[in-house]
């Protein structure tokens, strides 16, 4: 019941700013990749005891590594090189803004390697370590669909991609970047034993750059 709750405060807020939203994200450091869920334009990250807890059982695709609860994220380790993507889902809430109930779901995505979508949406590079990308929702192009990309000085940018899905995402400072998108899917379905009459995919995409204003 509990978590319950602090489903329903937290998905109230989600995505209700550009960039004020509760979020998934992932952060690498050679073999080890780290799940933080808060608001990174706030430098919010939740805590194991609190919010945090919501993520609940994350899943790192492609490896065996198990997951690790610290006190402000969850660590991955050892994970081969590459790109990262993580998911996880919450249980399906009493929508008061919507109508009925709705599934959140968690995605997110370290690095700009690949070429090729695997997140039911996800932001993909044209070409590897480009700047362009195409947002994906179970591989069919997202049109005029916001993005909302925040860098490293505190710096945030909303845009839109076009008729082709496409986006070009500007990175004048070195560091890292989170751009952030979400999509509501009206199909309803069931997850376990609880209905639902939509689903909410929030899902980022983080990567570093090198180049550019210290």
């Known amino acids: ?11 109230c807020l989600s995505f209700a700013g550009s960039a004020a939203a509760h979020v998934v994200w992932l952060e690498r450091s050679g073999e080890t990749v780290q799940l933080f869920f808060g608001e990174y334009a706030d430098n919010l990250r939740e805590r194991t005891g609190g919010h945090l807890d919501m993520i609940a059982a994350p899943r790192l695709l492609g490896t065996t ?12 380790a050892p994970v081969p090189a590459g790109d990262a993507r993580a998911t996880d889902q919450l249980a399906p809430w009493n929508d008061l803004e919507r109508g009925g109930r709705t599934r959140s779901v968690y995605l997110a995505r370290e690095g700009r390697d690949e070429t090729r979508a695997v997140l039911d949406l996800e932001l993909v590079p044209t070409r590897p370590s480009g700047s362009t990308f195409t947002l994906l ?3 069919a192009p997202l049109q005029r669909a916001k993005v909302v990309l925040i ?10 991609t076009d008729a082709e899905g496409r986006v070009a995402l500007p990175t004048p400072w070195a560091g890292r970047y989170v751009a952030e998108v979400q999509h509501v899917d009206s199909v309803p379905g069931t997850q376990g034993a609880a209905a639902f ?8 995409l983080s990567f570093s750059v090198s180049a550019g204003t210290p």
């Open 1 to 11: 019941m509990k978590r319950m709750l602090l489903g329903v405060s937290l998905m």
């Open 65 to 76: 590594a198990s997951p690790s609860r610290q006190a402000d994220h969850v660590s991955f």
């Open 137 to 139: 929702f179970q591989q």
């Open 151 to 160: 860098g490293p000085p505190g710096w945030s940018k909303e845009l839109q």
């Open 197 to 204: 009459d939509r689903t909410s995919y929030v899902s980022t």
